[in-house]
């Protein structure tokens, strides 16, 4: 596929604080909460009022930050980042928060999400005569910004962030103000949040309870938000576009115990399992949830469906993502050691097997393989998401068509490829009444992998050959 078309993906996690005496450590426990988000780097920069400093490293936030010293990274404000790499920008220098030096400023940016026209405004940089270092979306964003000012304000931001299609949430830090601005659609989370007087500012709502914060309020879509010591000031960068939060949020990226626009994921997880279990019942025993992302989704299903829900998986919780292996032999063999059935739960039971999505059907044949080989009769998967048959173009790393199992199977022939006795998704409607709650807050969802519907840039898409059976 085209790299237009689906972009460096930065499925990350930020975090941001202003005006706390311990801003750096701080930064180190938001970013340690939202690990979920990314465990191939991580990084700070620290702002001790003359200066900008960073820290970071590739791997896990403990790794990176098992040689710093707090009392070395002093000062009262700064941005974090944790991040997921894609193939080919596993490296050192697109670690963020990037720090950009001038002979005017130092500047540090760090962001979720992904600016699908970044290749072509890379490309026009260059032909000017700019040079980029990093794959990042954000040196192009900065580069723009410095076209239009040599100082970071709210007029040179808006600027360059009009000459960006995407999703995004974004931090940015000056030795004198923290911004944090969002996509016009507001399809990727980013929470404001009260600590005593220091204002946070983080992807998920999670990072807040883990240093004792308060959530204050959403970042708006199209809003780009400056805090510094006058306080907050909002401004519009964008049309307000209508609000199309990431619905994969809800059903596999976020912690169940994070609000992201004002709704728990864990409730709406529980709220797609009973819909999943109203549309799509199974004759079995027990339920059993696929851990952990799967396990709120499994409860409501068992509750509406009336069947015990028992633990017939569990998982060794020392071992990383399967996602994140970078061949399929080693994501086999990452799922083999990672998870493990409970015998004497499943043996001779007719087991529903809830998870939360697939992508490529790795996950779900080897947990249906490791059902039947502990004895379970039958092993009906029940799925409470839609089939994921396009490619996210907004940040999160979904793969190309080619390894979408849904885009290239029926259900039937996915049923037996995975070796369930059946296979049921839950609907693109059923998704949506476990997520909206509120319509003006919600407007709607991004279902875009699930629909082909993209609310951002739709005519660049690619059509879908037939569907093999
Ligand atoms: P697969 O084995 O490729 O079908 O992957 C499906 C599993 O990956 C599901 O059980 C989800 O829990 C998880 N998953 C879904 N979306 C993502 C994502 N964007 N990144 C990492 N893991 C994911
Ligand atoms: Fe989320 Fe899917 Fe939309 Fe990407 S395409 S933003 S993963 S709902």
Known sequence: MHAEQKGINEECGIFGVWDHPRAAELTYYGLHSMQHRGQDGAGLVVNSGRRLRAHKGLGLVNDVFQDASFQELTGSAAIGHVRNATEGSHTYENVQPLLFQSQTESMALAHNGNLINADSLRTELEHEGSILQTSSDMEVLAHLMKKSSMETNETSIADALNQTTGAY???????????????PNGIRPLSIGRLGDAYVVASESCAFDQIGAVFERDVLPGELVAINDDGVQSSRFAIRGQRKMCSMEYVYLSRPDSDVNTVNVHASRKQMGKELAKESPANADIVVGVPDSSISAAIGFAEASGLPYEMGIIKNRYVGRTFIQPTQDLREQ????????????VAGKRVVMVDDSIVRGTTSKRIVDMLKHAGASEVHVRIASPPIQHPCWYGIDMSTYRELIAANYTLEAIGELIGANSLGFLSEPGLEKAIVKDKSLHQGICTACMTGDYPV???????LTHKRS
């Open 334 to 345: 990452g799922v083999k050691m990672k998870l493990a059935p409970v015998r004497g739960m």
């Open 457 to 463: 840039a739709k005519g660049a898409e690619r059509v």
């Open 169 to 183: 949430g974004i931090l940015m830090m000056t030795d004198d103000t923290l911004y944090a601005a969002l996509d």
